[in-house]
């Protein structure tokens, strides 16, 4: 599957199937289907959200069918089974096939998405559903929408085949410039020919903020959907053009340049048609061929040049030399089409080195754009016939002069010979499948070529501020009508003032060399500060460095197609999928893996952390007092048990808390600040000293007012954003700050009034005595929270819970044993309906602790804790109810 970058996606998730009599069958069903497209310069995020619904009293499973963009790339799925989400993580290729394959063999709920070889176009979801349940699936694509024929066009696959009570499409689009085209057309069967009149879709619906901006809704009704859609939505738009250097986009140090110059003259074309007539292409095929040689000899554009040679085991030319397109050539040239027949072998060493040789002993002097337009459909059975030779062959006879743009003509053409072709003679190869719109396909292809603007573009980013080795491709063969050219890059410093680019230009026109210097010429916008109050600074940060990413990886993955060095394409790859990785994408080195965490019954060993010897105690750290016997950090993890720091005792107090799998537990409410931080408990299959399953804290939500972040031990969700552990770096958001470190374990977030939380990842190895992964929290500079917070931990932090060392002693056995005493302020009797409700405290029975050694929360490093007696614990938390929470995320 290597090397595969046009090939589509497939996710396969294990089928727990149960008998039932086929006549008592109820098939699941889609009752939401919402589908979301957020397209930012020319950059689309699109998300399929669906709910299957079994309405059975027994599992069953079920298919869902998507259908990807050729160019796109998966970031992101989640599957949520009964309020639960499981991310899907991106790894290497093979590494993501044995985790799939070994939860497979253990009977979990497992997903794989991978590119696979030939099923270039589907996205399979097979899934099993539990009676009477619901799964949501998330799937998030994004890809970079390429500018051809003067349009950019989006491409959604609407395909539930079935009428959805909840079906909608939604398109917003953002641009660098006034919006000048918008158009939505006619809904069509995905595998509907290709046609020349579009329509309009009727039931879309288009508004226009601003001149920048666009927004389309598509939201069919029952009746609207008759027996299902399997349908096509496509938007297409462009934007305001003019004779300067484009849109140069900035922000977090991360560029990208949008080039497209409004040229109004055009450079003459030499075209060479080198044409299969072997005995394969009798029959349709070569009636299409002729069919679309008609369409694109009348597309010739006057001074343009041309010529045509068929070939099968030999190669002939129409005429000796280049014809000039006129009204009469062009129809003595339709009339020598209309007479091919098909037979022989098929000799393509033999045709495309005759053809790059007429070609290159026919130029003139003045500005021209010659190309190949070299057409197969099969491989090579005559003359040379080894791929690898035929290729060294033709590099060696263009010396890079001509660009080849390459058809592979159905099934049986040998697609790699073809597209590598291309690669390596600055041309584009294209399949053409066999349908009945294959003439359309043949004569569209074409057009996207017809007109040359510009060759030879250079694109030079003078002075140091850009990192030379980040740019994408700069240079370009030809600038075609229609098209657009972008280059992105990274700047040597996030802070640098983008008044300081300083741009050239140059190409080659029909009226000789075009130069655009300096910034008066290109329109540079600092996002950071230009956009739009109402959008979130982060999706910009995403959009330049996803877009630099996307190129970055689409042009490594080409130019190792394009090698024969096996080091420089191994080299290529794994700086390919090095990107991938970090940026979340599938693509054909990298796989995306979804498990649902089950229950393992490999062990009964009950995990003891290895102790460090260390003489450290919390005396050694910093602290911040604020009187009163509180709390001045706290924090949980491992089976789960916290710890809390309390001024004036040198050693923290540390509990258990007997936990059920599914509880949430309530940390910190504070509704000033509107801050709720949450955990939810997990089990494993290890056993503790009473013999129940182990818990640990799976799960953290933090909840702002205007932001939610889940953090899980595979990903961090932030307001539905996706973010792998591995991504080191720092977001921003309003007046507080997310920041992953320490190769991905530790998460950091940072509120604007000094409080920060740490939560720790433990991830599951081979050879540990855990079997699940979770996660550890810690929450320090508590003072931050006000007086009104509430929770397991924020009743100790703010002071309404006072805890005192009353006595210190040594036990006759050797241990060090303390008397503690709790008092408890107006604010916990609230919460628990205890007394009336006066600023006093009410002193509750002194309660035991013995000095022991316990993994620190955070670090993990053994520390001295004062751990309460089990029979004190409720006494020094409260009751359950107290700290116990309904959800994990509030709804409004």
């Not at 930012?40 to 009293?57: L, Y």
């Not at 590598?420 to 294209?430: P, Y």
């Not at 409700?837 to 993994?855: E, Y």
Request: net charge negative; with cysteine; proline share 3%.
């Amino acid at each position: 599957m290597e090397g595969k970058l046009t090939k589509w996606c497939g996710l396969f998730l294990t089928l727990f199937v149960l008998s039932f009599a086929q006549d008592d069958y109820i098939a699941p069903s889609t009752r939401y289907l919402q589908i979301y497209s957020d397209i930012k310069f020319r950059f689309a995020t699109t998300v399929i959200e669906s709910h299957i619904v079994n309405t059975a009293n027994y599992s069953t499973d079920t298919r869902f069918d998507v259908i990807l963009p050729e160019e796109a790339f998966i970031s992101n799925f989640t599957l949520e089974i009964e309020g639960v989400i499981y991310p899907g993580i991106v790894k290497d290729k093979d590494e993501a096939k044995k985790d799939y394959e070994k939860a497979k063999k253990k009977g979990k709920t497992t997903g794989l998405v991978s590119q696979k070889a030939r099923e270039t176009r589907k996205f399979k979801v097979d899934v099993n559903i539990a009676p009477q349940s619901t799964i949501i699936f998330k799937l998030t694509y994004q890809e970079l929408l390429e500018r051809v024929k003067g349009v950019y066009e989006l491409k959604i696959y609407v395909t539930p085949q079935y009428p959805v009570e909840d079906l909608q499409v939604a398109v917003s689009i953002l641009e660098s410039r006034p919006i000048t085209r918008l158009d939505t057309p006619a809904m069509k069967d995905v595998y509907a020919p290709l046609s020349s009149d579009d329509g309009v879709n009727s039931l879309a619906v288009i508004s226009r903020p601003t001149r920048n901006r666009a927004e389309v809704i598509y939201k069919p009704t029952f009746t609207d959907q008759g027996h299902g859609l399997n349908d096509l939505f496509t938007v297409k738009y462009d934007i305001d053009r003019s004779m300067d250097g484009g849109d140069l986009l900035v922000v977090n140090g991360y560029f990208v340049h949008f080039l497209a110059p409004d040229i109004s003259s055009y450079i003459p074309k030499d075209v060479m048609f080198i044409l299969d007539t072997s005995g394969s292409m009798s029959g349709i095929k070569l009636s299409q061929l002729k069919d679309a040689m008609y369409v694109i000899l009348d597309e010739l554009q006057e001074g343009d040049r041309f010529n045509i040679m068929l070939f099968n085991s030999d190669s002939n030319t129409y005429k000796p030399g280049m014809i000039d397109a006129t009204k009469n050539s062009v129809f003595e040239a339709k009339k020598y089409v209309k007479r091919i027949k098909a037979s022989g072998w098929t000799n393509i060493n033999g045709a495309v080195l005759d053809g790059i040789s007429k070609l290159i002993a026919s130029a003139e002097e003045g500005e021209r754009s010659p190309v190949i337009i070299f057409l197969t459909d099969g491989e090579a059975t005559g003359g040379v016939t080894d791929n690898k030779q035929i290729l060294k062959n033709v590099v060696k006879a263009n010396e890079g002069e001509l660009p080849i743009f390459s058809l592979a003509f159905g099934s049986d053409a040998d697609w790699n010979l073809v597209k590598t072709m291309s690669l390596q003679n600055n041309g584009v190869g294209r399949k053409i499948y066999e349908d009945s719109d294959a003439a359309l396909q043949i004569s569209g292809f074409y057009d996207e070529l017809a007109v040359t603007l510009l060759n030879n573009v250079s694109v030079s980013y003078l002075g140091d501020i850009i990192e030379d080795d980040s740019v994408t491709q700069s240079d370009f063969k030809s600038y075609f009508q229609g098209s657009e050219m972008v280059v992105a890059g990274k700047l040597v410093d996030t802070g640098i003032d983008v008044s300081n680019f300083n741009l050239k230009i140059i190409g080659d026109s029909v009226d000789g060399a075009l130069i655009l210097t300096g910034n008066d010429n290109t329109n540079i916008i600092d996002l950071e500060r230009s956009y739009d109050a109402d959008l979130d600074i982060e999706d910009f940060y995403e959009i330049t460095e996803k877009t630099w990413a996307y190129l970055t990886i689409k042009q490594l993955l080409k130019r190792a197609e394009g090698e024969d060095n096996t080091t420089i394409i191994d080299d290529l790859k794994a700086r390919a999928k090095e990107l991938a990785l970090k940026n979340g994408f599938v693509t054909p080195l990298t796989s995306m893996v979804v498990v649902k965490p089950d229950v393992d019954e490999d062990s009964d060993v009950e995990y003891r952390p290895k102790p460090k010897p260390t003489t450290t105690t919390t005396t050694q750290r910093p602290r911040r007092y604020y009187g009163g016997g509180g709390g001045w950090g706290g924090g949980g993890g491992g089976d789960p048990h916290y710890m809390i720091r309390v001024e004036n005792i040198s050693n923290p107090i540390c509990f258990d808390v007997p936990s059920k799998p599914d509880e949430i537990h309530n940390l910190i409410t504070d509704p000033v600040t509107k801050i709720k931080i949450r955990t939810r408990i997990i089990s494993s299959s290890k056993l503790d000293k009473t013999g129940l399953p182990k818990t640990f804290i799976g799960q953290v939500s933090v909840q702002m007012k205007h932001h939610v972040i889940v953090i899980t031990p595979e990903a961090i969700f932030y307001n539905e954003k996706i973010f792998l552990w591995s991504n080191e770096k720092v977001k921003h958001f309003g007046a507080h700050k997310l920041m992953t470190t320490e190769h991905g374990r530790l998460l950091s977030i940072t509120f604007g009034f000094g409080a920060e939380v740490l939560i720790r990842r433990h991830v599951h190895r081979n050879h540990s005595n855990d079997d699940v992964n979770y996660l550890n929290i810690y929450v320090k500079h508590e003072d931050g929270f006000s007086k009104k917070s509430v929770g397991l931990i924020g009743q100790f932090v703010n002071g309404h819970k006072q805890i005192h060392l009353l006595k210190q002693f040594i036990s006759e056995g050797g241990e060090t044993i303390a008397k503690l005493q709790v008092r408890e302020g107006k604010r916990f009797k609230e919460q628990t309906n205890i007394g009336e409700d006066k600023d006093v405290f009410r002193t509750h029975q002194r309660i035991r602790a013995k000095l022991i050694d316990r993994p620190e929360v955070v670090d993990n490093d053994i520390v001295k804790c004062w751990m309460v007696h089990e029979q004190f614990v409720d006494v020094l938390h409260g009751p359950s109810s107290f700290f116990m929470a309904s959800d994990f995320i509030d709804s409004e």
